[in-house]
Structures are given as structure tokens and as C-alpha cells.
């Protein structure tokens, strides 16, 4: 017997700014970078002692808080999405939180692609500008690309980036459904106990 929740909507907008969310959707990128690099920063004398222990802690932390942010943008997103459908009578379905997802991880595929370019010998070597621009996900980088040498990167690490990316895509979509459809994970649970 759970209660209905009235729902207001203060904003301006008379619709769902799909456009806002896609850029801020890409913007979110830099955010996970923003923190990626105090995550190294503060991980850096770590390596020096631990190495490949380091690297995939460093690696967990950098992907944790990859997820965190793209989980709480998703939410977000579905929740106001939510709203405008109740309250304003938009139509922004489900689905729009895995465009979310995947406009969000585009810039890092970028720099991949960049990357595939430079170990095939058609531009320089991008490696250090790559792990810079993915800085929260050095650690695992480098279990791959020990080093800043084009010619040591290991050919996985061209399929293990893409599921990392898709790992987000995935979160950002599933919490935008959750914020979309409304639902309240501690009441969910509450009650779930109370069945048993």
C-alpha cells in the first residue's frame, strides 16, 4: 500500500530540454575526467610501491567514480523527465536514458579511435595525450600500456576500453529508468522484507 506522491514542477520549461541533457550528457565527461585526476593524483605515490597492485586499485577507484557520476546524471535525468511527463504532459520515453548513456562516453571513444590510429602507424604516438584524457582510468590503462611507448600497448586493451565504456552506458540508463519510472529503491526494499 504505498502512497501516491504529488509531484510539482517548478521550472520555465514547458518540456523536457532534450538538447540540454544531451550536452550536458557530454559534458559529463570532463566531470568524470575532473575527478580522475585528483584519483591519480592522490594514487600516484602509491604505484610507486605497490605497481600493478596499484595500477588495478587506482584502476577500481577511477571506474567507481566513472559509475557514481553517471549514475547520479541518469537518475537526475530520468526523474526530470518523469516530471515533465506527469505534470506537463511531455513523452520522453525510457530508452532516451541509453542516448544519454552513449552521447556521454563519445569523447573517450574518440580518443580510442585517435589511439587505433596511432598503433597502426598512421599518426604519432597518442598514448600519453590518451591516458591523460582518461586519466581516471589510468590504472587500467596501464595494465595494458605499462608505459608510454606505443609498441608495448597490448591489442586488449582495444576491446576491454569499449565494455568500460559500455559499463556506463548501461549504468546511465538504468538509473534513468529507475528516475523515469519513479521508483523508490528504500521502499522497494522495505516492503520486499515485510513480504518475507
Not at 559529463?28 to 580522475?36: A, D, P, S, T, V
Not at 598514448?127 to 600500456?145: T, V, Y
Amino acid at each position: 500500500m504505498s502512497e501516491i506522491k504529488q509531484v510539482s514542477d517548478y521550472s520555465e520549461e514547458e518540456r523536457y530540454n532534450r538538447r540540454k541533457s544531451l550536452l550536458t550528457a557530454l559534458l559529463k565527461w570532463l566531470e568524470c575526467e575532473f575527478f580522475g585526476i585528483f584519483i591519480f593524483l592522490s594514487v600516484l605515490a602509491l604505484r610507486v610501491v605497490l605497481k600493478t597492485a596499484a595500477d588495478i586499485i587506482f584502476g577500481l577507484m577511477g571506474l567507481a567514480t566513472y559509475i557514481l557520476v553517471m549514475a547520479d546524471f541518469g537518475f537526475k535525468e530520468g526523474r526530470k523527465a518523469q516530471i515533465k511527463n506527469s505534470v506537463r504532459g511531455d513523452n520522453v520515453k525510457r530508452g532516451f536514458g541509453a542516448v544519454l548513456g552513449l552521447v556521454s562516453v563519445l569523447p573517450a571513444l574518440a580518443t580510442l579511435g585517435v589511439l587505433g590510429l596511432s598503433y597502426s602507424g598512421a599518426v604519432g604516438s597518442f598514448l600519453p595525450l590518451f591516458k591523460l584524457l582518461n586519466a581516471g582510468l589510468w590504472g587500467l590503462i596501464n595494465l595494458f600500456a605499462p608505459d608510454m611507448d606505443i609498441t608495448h600497448l597490448s591489442p586488449a586493451l582495444f576491446a576491454v576500453f569499449p565494455a568500460i565504456q559500455l559499463i556506463l552506458v548501461i549504468v546511465t540508463a538504468a538509473a534513468f529508468g529507475i528516475g523515469h519510472d519513479n521508483d523508490d529503491l528504500q521502499t522497494r526494499i522495505m516492503y520486499k522484507r515485510k513480504e518475507r
